[in-house]
């Protein structure tokens, strides 16, 4: 079946470091992607999205990549906080189809 | 404004009871879904619901089912409790059928022992 996974399960940086988090996805008809980060004891958080005809897109001290060639989605965290530390996942959906997490990856800021 | 609210935020259950997860959706958003998130995994799809009427079931058992109200609040039932059921109930809300699901509430804890 379709799947959306992630490539590390966890990542240590330093606090002020850039941080990039990686995630594949297998469904080539995924035309919309969101990124959430979730932090212990909560819901997950939107955080940014993009749509396939993009393939770029900036936030707030963050920014999506998206490469369909290799289907391969990255969010990239500028100057990572300690207030950043929690689990980030990557979710997609094509159509009217429900969203599909990966597992996610744990990011852990060293201070 | 309110966030997305469920409620209880924790539970605990014994084995072949069965549980019943409330959701309260954003003012003004009428579509509500609920996804179960296992300890260590991302959330998975369990239903959607958009005005009342259920527009999407994820690959769940029947012992799960759910329904939207008329002020677009939800429940999810789970009967026949097993202890592979213990997880993080989210619910999320949006304004339309989602392809944005924007906002998840805090979840419920669900064990069952």
């Known amino acids: 079946g379709e799947s959306v996974g992630l490539h590390l399960p966890t990542l240590s940086v330093q606090e002020g470091d850039n941080s990039i988090i990686n995630c594949a996805y297998s469904?080539?008809?995924?035309?919309?992607f969101i990124w959430y980060k979730q932090e212990s004891g909560k819901g997950p958080q939107f955080i940014i999205d993009i749509r396939s005809n993009m393939d770029k897109r900036q936030g707030q001290r963050v920014t999506v990549l998206l490469n369909k060639t290799v289907k391969h989605l990255s969010l990239q965290i500028a100057a990572t906080q300690p207030g950043d530390s929690a689990v980030y996942f990557c979710a997609e959906n094509s159509g009217n189809t429900p969203l599909v997490f990966g597992k996610g990856t744990r990011l852990s800021v060293i201070a | 404004d309110a966030g997305v609210t469920q409620s209880p935020t924790h539970l605990i259950k014994t084995r072949g009871q069965h549980v019943t997860l409330r959701c309260s959706p954003i003012s003004g958003h009428k579509s509500v879904s609920w996804y179960q998130q296992v300890l260590g995994q991302g959330p998975q799809f369990i239903f959607q619901y958009y005005e009342k009427e259920e527009r999407g079931r994820g690959n769940f058992p029947d012992r799960f089912s759910a329904r939207q109200f008329p002020n677009y609040s939800s429940e999810l039932n789970v009967n026949a409790l097993l202890l592979g059921d213990s997880a993080l109930y989210l619910c999320?809300?949006?304004?339309?059928?989602?392809?944005?699901?924007?906002?998840f509430g805090q979840g419920t804890r669900l064990t069952v022992v």
């Open positions: 469904n080539s008809a995924s035309d919309y």
């Open positions: 999320a809300s949006s304004f339309d059928p989602p392809r944005v699901e924007a906002f």
